[in-house]
């Protein structure tokens, strides 16, 4: 069973920065070539994807909203993925949720099979 748990977010202030991590477990990175994903969901509207990365880190996605802004990486040996956020937004406010395909990469929320929990980023203006 793979487990995603996210850490990192919190409230800040428009322009400041955050680091947000995905921890797996259930499985090892290297020996699945899963892709990885942050979506986020802020109230009222639907989930939407941030960012994706597949298992080298060569083909990576990004929203156009936060393009040049956010940063995904991972670390399979560490099982970890993380979404480093700079000149962060009020609209940024959302619960943002990591997930796991064991598809080589995902396109979309219907393409994730495993989600964490959430972690709430809030920024105020």
């Known amino acids: 069973q793979v487990q995603l748990v996210e850490s990192g977010g919190g409230l800040v202030q428009a322009g400041d920065s955050l680091r947000l991590s995905c921890a797996a477990s259930g499985y090892t990175f290297r020996n699945y070539a899963m892709a990885m994903g942050w979506f986020r969901q802020a109230p009222g509207k639907e989930r939407e994807s941030v960012a994706a990365i597949n298992w080298s880190g060569r083909s990576i996605f990004y929203a156009d909203s936060v393009k040049g802004r956010f940063t995904v990486s991972r670390d399979n040996a560490k099982n970890m993925m993380y979404l480093h956020m700079n000149g962060l937004k009020p609209e940024d406010t959302a619960i943002y949720y990591c997930?796991?395909?064991?598809?080589?990469w995902g396109a979309g929320v219907q393409s994730y099979d495993y989600w964490g929990q959430g972690t709430q980023v809030t920024v105020s203006s």
């Open positions: 997930a796991a395909t064991s598809a080589a």
